[in-house]
């Protein structure tokens, strides 16, 4: 007879998707590897065929979304107007437009203290993400003259950490709902200011 949640055979794709609910009900470490099976609708023993143990389970939820994230924001940047700042802002509103809809996957890849690095897979699916953001920052500064020009990874990861700032304050969750301006317009309105600081901009503009 086949248990509920456990659907043609598919094990390790019903644990992750029992873990994704788990993490936004609970949080990362707020349910443990016997209640996904449980969530899951298998025994206890059965995550134990693909998985170690929880840390495991939140690491293929995380590896899924960095690999559905990355899609997304690649998506974004090529569809998004045309110019350098406009399709940086189309990657900017894709960020938030995924934090609120998949928030299991994004608290799984942000805020679970799973190591990108120490699965080979992990990091490849997570660096591709922020590459989207190498690029559009290499397009944005490339008229600055050499000695003016930003290291791009650095201007990346500016623009990742005001990203996530936004998401955490204002796009979902406690204690979102404090701004009366929307996580958009913040986010807009946030990089129009850092982008002129750098000089990708012109201050009138």
């Given amino acids: 007879m086949t248990r509920k949640g456990y659907h043609h055979g598919n094990l390790k794709q019903a644990l992750i998707e029992a873990t994704i609910k788990l993490i936004e009900e609970k949080g990362p470490t707020g349910f443990t590897i016997l209640q996904a099976a449980k969530q899951a609708g298998v025994s206890a023993a059965?995550?134990?065929?693909?998985?170690?143990?929880?840390?495991?389970?939140?690491?293929?939820?995380?590896?899924?979304?960095?690999?559905?994230?990355?899609?997304?924001?690649?998506?974004?940047?090529?569809?998004?107007?045309?110019s350098p700042v406009a399709s940086l802002e189309a990657t900017g509103r894709a960020y938030l437009a995924f934090a609120r809809k998949h928030p299991g996957h994004y608290i799984a890849m942000f805020e679970s203290g799973v190591s990108i690095n120490a699965d080979p897979d992990l990091a490849a699916v997570a660096n591709r993400a922020i590459n989207v953001l190498v690029k559009a920052a290499d397009n944005l500064s490339s008229n600055l003259p050499t000695k003016k020009r930003p290291p791009s990874t650095m201007v990346s990861q500016h623009i990742w950490a005001m990203s996530h700032g936004i998401v955490e304050l204002y796009a979902r969750g406690e204690p979102g709902g404090r701004s009366p301006f929307t996580p958009e317009d913040l986010l807009e309105t946030g990089l129009g200011i850092y982008l002129r600081g750098l000089g990708v901009l012109p201050k009138d503009n």
């Fill in 46 to 82: 059965a995550p134990y065929r693909h998985f170690k143990g929880r840390e495991d389970l939140i690491t293929e939820v995380a590896k899924q979304g960095f690999a559905m994230f990355a899609d997304l924001l690649e998506y974004a940047y090529t569809k998004g107007g045309g």
